[in-house]
């Protein structure tokens, strides 16, 4: 299994160090920084959450092997490991990413919710570090956990950059969740 990390906003790609340190050599794992967020902004990018969206479309079905390989070292992976991760990208993970992204596309994002249920079909983790004031209510997080059918592990005393904080920790939470799959 290929993990793929994404961050968010404001945030570069740097956040996920101490995690991946901690997740070991079993899977390949590769971050991506979305344009303006650690990585350049192309000509005429919108920005929007479409051109965010379809940035990462393009990013996981793109590039021969060799060039994402250069492209992962080139923004921090050890090369060996990046030509690795670049190896696993094959058609059926590019599928399911599409899958996943083009389910999203709806008209705004406060309608996204509305298929929470929909997710319920496949096992899922929600990771609730109950200092993060960046996410919603504990309240909030329960509820969209809850109608997602996602199992949760809370992170006590954890922030919204959990993974810095403490990545042994979330390792471990996230390691527990992968062996009972």
């Known amino acids: 299994m290929t993990v793929v990390l994404v961050h968010g906003n404001p945030e570069t790609a740097a956040i996920w160090g101490p995690l991946v340190d901690h997740l070991g050599d079993d899977d390949p794992v590769v971050r991506l920084s979305p ?3 650690g990585a350049p ?5 919108a920005a929007t959450w479409e051109a965010y969206r379809d940035w990462l479309v393009a990013e996981l079905g793109a590039a021969p092997v060799v060039q994402r390989g250069q492209g992962l070292a080139a923004q921090g992976m050890d090369a ?4 690795k991760v670049a190896a696993a990208f ?4 590019g ?3 599409l899958r996943l992204y083009r389910s999203a ?5 406060a309608d996204l919710g509305g298929g929470l249920e929909a997710a319920a079909q496949v096992p899922g983790l929600a990771l609730v570090p109950t200092e993060d004031p960046y996410v ?3 309240e909030q997080k329960a509820r969209a956990a809850a109608r997602a059918g996602a199992r949760v592990e809370e992170l006590d005393g954890l922030g919204h950059w959990w993974m810095m904080q403490d990545p042994a920790r979330g390792a471990a939470a996230l390691t527990r969740f ?4």
Do not use: K, R
Not at 41 to 45: A, W
């Open 80 to 83: 060996g490991v990046a030509d």
């Open 105 to 109: 596309a709806q008209p705004a994002m």
């Open 178 to 181: 992968w062996s009972g799959l």
């Open 35 to 37: 344009p303006g967020f």
């Open 90 to 93: 094959d058609p059926a993970m």
């Open 136 to 138: 919603g209510t504990s």
């Open 41 to 45: 902004v192309p000509d005429g990018f």
């Open 95 to 97: 599928e399911c990413i």
